[in-house]
């Protein structure tokens, strides 16, 4: 399965991608040009904020790229989500209210919570764009309803996809998690930007060992 990005959108239904109706995510040089997707509900004004992110996210898409310049595609070490993501997933349905979510989150000492719309995955929402919404919102968005709220934007990649192909992907569209699901379409994990870090860390940690 390749990777597949959904748009915002009410969670209705399912977001899953599907060929038929999503927009497939190509090479990641296909990106470098285009407007990423504004995973927030709203857009923000600041014009300096919006430079000196636009300008951080290419520097590092860059630098990423970089790493892997030098080698063939297909010599390019091969690391499958899979052993990336975590597994350990939770959930909200799309009934459940802004204030749930938090506490679902608060809970479980978690950063993501899975949206569902009866048995199917409805959205992926983070702790930073929720607290991001409900500062926007002028009257009571605790008790809003998700089902009424503009989800972001989410990736979802299968198990065996190329784990460094998705972090460059997750860069050039400013998305800091994707969902793993099955060929079956259902949630096998969520894969973010912290577990990249792990992996970087350790990478430099034996770098220094070894010198």
């Known amino acids: 399965m390749s990777i597949f990005v959904s748009e915002p959108g009410r969670p209705v239904g399912t977001r899953l991608p599907e060929a038929l109706r999503s927009r497939r995510v190509g090479d990641v040089t296909e990106l470098t040009e285009s407007h990423p997707i504004v995973p927030g509900q709203s857009t923000v004004t600041d014009g300096e904020y919006q430079q000196a992110a636009h300008s951080g996210r290419r520097r590092a898409l860059q630098e990423y790229s970089a790493a892997s310049a030098g080698e063939a ?108 699901i099955d060929g079956e379409g259902q949630p096998k994990g969520v894969v973010t930007s912290t577990d990249f870090l792990r992996i970087y860390a350790a990478g430099a940690g034996g770098q220094e060992g070894a010198v």
């Not at 959930?91 to 199917?120: F, K, Q, R, W």
């Open 73 to 180: 595609r297909e010599q390019r070490p091969y690391l499958p989500v899979s052993e990336l993501c975590s597994q350990v997933l939770f959930s909200v349905p799309a009934t459940a209210t802004v204030s749930e979510a938090l506490t679902t989150m608060d809970d479980n000492g978690v950063h993501h919570l899975i949206v569902t719309a009866g048995e199917n995955v409805a959205g992926l929402i983070d702790l930073k764009w929720l607290l991001s919404w409900i500062h926007a919102q002028p009257d009571s968005p605790l008790e809003q309803s998700l089902t009424h709220i503009e989800l972001p934007a989410f990736l979802t990649a299968s198990t065996e996809t190329d784990a460094h192909q998705l972090a460059r992907l997750m860069l050039a569209h400013q998305l800091n998690a994707a969902l793993v």
